[in-house]
């Protein structure tokens, strides 16, 4: 594998699943349940689940630009992918927007893992940035969203810490 994009393939595990310098997303939403992913701080802040709602939408928008295709979900705004809060009392619905986050990743780390160095330096439009930014802006619009997680558990009191182990 390139360098550059084993990089990316690294930093996306990181971010992801392991508990480095900070939670992966995999301990933000470690047994979240539908009524804590639905909460909001006095209808301030978006709830966890809108948090993966738009992590949801801008991963499988950048897995678009990045193959080249036209992403099928149309956002008026940015506030439009977040959606709705969510139901506190559907468990099996929250189940199925996590699993349907993972499987958006896991497409995200094949995408680029089929990427060579060259690639990377493209741009993925004509006048666009090139897919090495792209990629670095996902992954820290990821992680500052990770943090948002971490802090709305902290404010209902449903986060146990970080397993550094």
């Known amino acids: 594998m390139e360098v550059v994009t084993n990089m990316f393939v690294e930093q996306l595990a990181m971010h992801w699943h392991e508990n ?8 933000a939403l470690h047994e979240v349940n539908a009524a804590e992913a639905a909460w909001t701080s006095s ?6 689940w809108q948090i993966v709602n738009h992590l949801i939408f801008w991963n499988e928008d950048v897995i678009h630009r990045i ?5 099928p979900q149309k956002a008026e705004d940015n506030e439009v992918t977040f959606g709705n809060p969510g139901d506190p009392e559907d468990e099996s619905r929250w189940a199925q927007t996590v699993q349907h986050l993972n499987e958006v990743m896991g497409e995200l780390k094949e995408v ?10 493209a741009p993925y439009a004509a006048n666009s940035n090139s897919i090495e930014r ?9 992680t500052y969203h990770v943090g948002q997680i971490v802090l709305l558990r902290k404010l209902q ?7 550094w182990s």
């Open 20 to 27: 480095e310098w900070f939670a992966s997303m995999d301990q």
């Open 43 to 48: 209808g301030q802040s978006n709830s966890i």
């Open 67 to 71: 193959k080249g295709t036209e992403n």
């Open 112 to 121: 680029i893992t089929e990427l060579n160095d060259e690639q990377l330096k």
């Open 134 to 142: 792209l990629l670095s802006n996902i992954m820290m619009h990821d």
């Open 157 to 163: 009191s449903s986060w146990a810490g970080v397993d």
